[in-house]
């Protein structure tokens, strides 16, 4: 569906970002991965999209605070392909502390990964998508873009943020048959995730399924995480041709947390 479009997804060395970039080279699209990680075994998920989907993959790390990167990044995706056709800003962090007690540099950290970020690479993909009358961008919210938790101030400002910008990106791209769009996940199953409910579990003195039920499941009536392909599958609807007229939107994937 995809052949011959060309994708960015930042924050896709792991998790929720491999999870879209994978799903996105599997429809045919080439790719453009992005975020931290060993060196070797970023060139191991590079090369392994190529060969498992027979698309192109390149890298660059760039760093999502730094404009001058996040520039040079979307200057070289568009030089090795032409253009960059569908835009992913997944890239985020996250840390938690009342607000009275959140270090100033947290909060610069996250506004800017989790936000701004977004902001540039939008603007350095969005005249190319223009050109060619065509494009797709989607942003990784979160159910926090929806609602709020506490302690999580500079997290769930930026999420809200993310879904604000997506609407106003929406209205001004919406005759260039361009669409925006921000998924909003609950809790994902995630190696993050996981590394947390065992952290938690020790901490608490109680198991790691009474981690998952009793906290991390406690607002998603569902009781199940979110899974990654399952982003992965929404994220290629909203750039196939069913999903032209949706845009502006911001989509819970959270298990029915935003339902309350």
């Not at 997804?9 to 429809?27: F, N």
């Not at 270090?103 to 060619?132: Q, Y």
């Not at 506490?150 to 604000?164: E, M, N």
Request: net charge negative; proline share 4%.
């Amino acid at each position: 569906m995809l052949h011959g479009k060309t994708a960015l997804v930042t924050g896709s060395t792991s998790g929720i970002g491999l999870g879209v970039a994978q799903a996105l080279a599997k429809e045919g699209a080439n790719i453009i991965i992005n975020g931290l990680g060993n060196a070797d075994e970023i060139e191991k998920i590079r090369a392994s999209i190529e060969a498992d989907y027979k698309v192109k993959a390149l890298y660059h790390g760039a760093d999502m605070t730094r404009p001058d990167q996040i520039r040079d990044m979307c200057a070289k995706g568009i030089e090795a392909f032409g253009a960059i056709d569908i835009l992913v800003n997944n890239a985020g962090i996250q840390f938690v502390a009342p607000i009275d007690e959140f270090p100033e540099e947290k909060w610069d950290a996250i506004i800017a990964i989790n936000l701004t970020s977004a902001f540039h690479t939008t603007k350095a993909c969005l005249p190319g998508m223009k050109k060619k009358g065509w494009g797709r961008i989607i942003n990784i919210a979160s159910a926090h873009g929806l609602v709020a938790s506490p302690f999580k101030s500079a997290y769930v400002s930026a999420k809200h943020g993310i879904v604000g910008m997506t609407k106003t990106i929406a209205l001004e791209v919406a005759t260039e048959y361009i669409t925006c769009n921000a998924i909003c996940p609950g809790y994902v199953n995630t190696p993050l995730v996981q590394n947390q409910i065992r952290d938690q579990a020790k901490v608490h003195g109680i198991s790691e399924t009474e981690v998952v039920e009793k906290i991390m499941m406690q607002p998603q009536p569902t009781k199940k995480f979110v899974e990654i392909d399952q982003i992965g599958e929404v994220s290629v609807f909203l750039c196939s041709d069913a999903a032209q007229n949706i845009t502006g939107i911001a989509l819970p994937i959270d298990g029915g947390w935003t339902a309350r």
